[in-house]
């Protein structure tokens, strides 16, 4: 019987692919595993369901202050007030001065602060080189989402291999294949779109790579082949000043691309269900779980051949360069027009995303729990995560 403190910052509202991960393993841990006691720390308001054996820990709201910077300076007082054996920062921080008997387990999505630092803001680039550097050479165990997040940590940060764990992101059970037409029928009733379009999700932001995707509509525009719209499903991120203007430039109108920010975590199935093609074109990711999640429902897949795309979704997508938007829009193009490639790419991707379930990484997860031995040589990378930052 453990007592597990859980950094639960991502599950606030309006969570985007962090807080959907964390929610889908904190939902299941009290269920299977009930013999813990789980305490949730956050500065804000928590939106998940709650579980008698789940305790909600939520301080005195700070909302003024940046969660990251409460977290370090109130953290260690929670860890002692609730006599914690683990704690698990999902988001790559620990708090300062935490109790030598507690036992850290640290989370890491990705490395995008060291390979694409110019795709993040200056608060999250600040915070995680502060923080996550220092996270991940105190924490007795690092869990990855990624074979390849986990070969960038032991290459470029020299962390021991034997301190990471992969434990996958997992697929909720409500994305399931269904009729495409009707889910289509029901997002254009509800949502005031046409019933036929293209759909991609994430923030809007460089690294999601919206831009790319500007192009690659301007040319089936051009080409008079961009019978439906875009759909973008996501919130607002930042530097989205440029991709404004490429979308005038392009001479595309909201009958060609439009933004539909947030829409309810009820109606995502269906968005992706009633898609006739679901594009990713992003630059970088730890794992990507929208495409999987739009495979699950049963919609044919268009990706980048980013890192780390080709190990999450194998054969089951078409995978293409961002050094041609040619490639990708004759791509899209082929994928409409061919019944078969469409019905291919839709059987294999349903086949695809049962690989990735959250019964399997939340037992995943209670294993790292379960057997996590303090590590001392987490503080050998200290020197290197330290000559790194400079």
Same mark, same amino acid.
């Given at each position: 019987r453990m007592r597990i403190g859980i950094d639960a910052r991502p599950l606030s509202k309006q969570r985007t692919?962090?807080?959907?991960?964390?929610?889908?393993?904190?939902?299941?841990?009290? #269920?299977?595993?009930?013999?813990?006691?789980?305490?949730?720390?956050?500065? @804000?308001?928590?939106?998940?369901?709650?579980?008698? #054996?789940?305790?909600?820990?939520?301080? @005195?709201?700070?909302?003024?202050?940046?969660?990251?910077?409460?977290?370090?300076?109130?953290?260690?007082?929670?860890a002692r007030r609730d006599a914690l054996d683990i704690y698990w920062g999902t988001n790559a921080i620990l708090p300062a001065g935490m109790p030598s008997g507690v036992l850290k387990v640290v989370t890491v999505y990705d490395m995008v602060w060291l390979r694409c630092p110019e795709t993040s803001t200056r608060y999250n680039?600040?915070?995680?080189?502060?923080?996550a550097r220092r996270a991940i050479a105190d924490a007795d165990c690092v869990i990855v989402i990624s074979r390849s997040t986990q070969d960038e940590l032991i290459q470029s940060l020299g962390v021991p291999r034997e301190k990471?764990?992969?434990?996958?992101?997992?697929?909720?059970?409500?994305?399931?294949?269904?009729?495409?037409?009707k889910a289509a029928e029901y997002i254009s009733r509800k949502h005031g779109v046409p019933e036929r379009y293209l759909a991609t999700v994430g923030i809007v932001h460089p690294r999601k790579n919206q831009q790319f995707l500007v192009k690659v509509l301007g040319i089936l525009k051009k080409n008079g082949q961009l019978d439906c719209p875009l759909l973008v499903v996501g919130p607002m991120g930042w530097k989205n000043s440029p991709l404004f203007r490429e979308i005038q430039e392009a001479g595309l109108t909201e009958s060609d691309i439009r933004f539909l920010g947030y829409i309810p975590d009820e109606d995502m199935p269906l968005f992706y269900a009633g898609a006739q093609v679901f594009l990713f074109p992003t630059l970088y990711e730890g794992f990507?779980?929208?495409?999987?999640?739009?495979?699950?429902?049963?919609?044919?897949?268009?990706?980048?051949?980013?890192?780390?795309?080709?190990?999450?979704?194998?054969?089951?997508?078409?995978?293409?360069?961002?050094?041609?938007?040619?490639?990708?829009?004759?791509?899209?193009?082929?994928?409409?027009?061919?019944?078969?490639?469409?019905?291919?790419?839709?059987?294999?991707?349903?086949? #695809?995303?049962?690989?990735?379930?959250?019964?399997?990484?939340?037992?995943?997860?209670?294993?790292?729990?379960?057997?996590?031995?303090?590590?001392?040589?987490? @503080?050998?990378?200290?020197?290197?995560?330290?000559?790194?930052?400079?």
């Open positions: 692919g962090i807080g959907n991960y964390v929610q889908g393993l904190v939902e299941l841990l009290p #269920r299977v595993a009930p013999q813990h006691e789980y305490f949730l720390y956050s500065n @804000r308001d928590l939106e998940c369901p709650q579980d008698q #054996r789940t305790l909600h820990k939520i301080d @005195r709201p700070f909302n003024w202050c940046p969660g990251a910077f409460w977290l370090l300076g109130r953290g260690a007082r929670l680039l600040f915070v995680q080189t502060m923080c990471t764990k992969l434990v996958y992101p997992g697929v909720d059970d409500r994305y399931q294949a269904q009729d495409q037409a990507g779980l929208p495409p999987i999640e739009a495979m699950a429902c049963g919609a044919p897949v268009i990706a980048s051949d980013s890192p780390c795309m080709p190990e999450v979704l194998g054969d089951a997508a078409i995978l293409e360069s961002l050094n041609s938007p040619e490639r990708f829009a004759t791509s899209i193009v082929r994928v409409l027009s061919d019944d078969q490639v469409r019905g291919a790419l839709r059987t294999k991707g349903i086949l #695809r995303a049962q690989r990735f379930r959250y019964e399997t990484s939340v037992k995943q997860l209670l294993e790292v729990f379960e057997n996590i031995r303090p590590m001392n040589v987490g @503080r050998n990378s200290i020197g290197k995560l330290a000559e790194l930052s400079m």
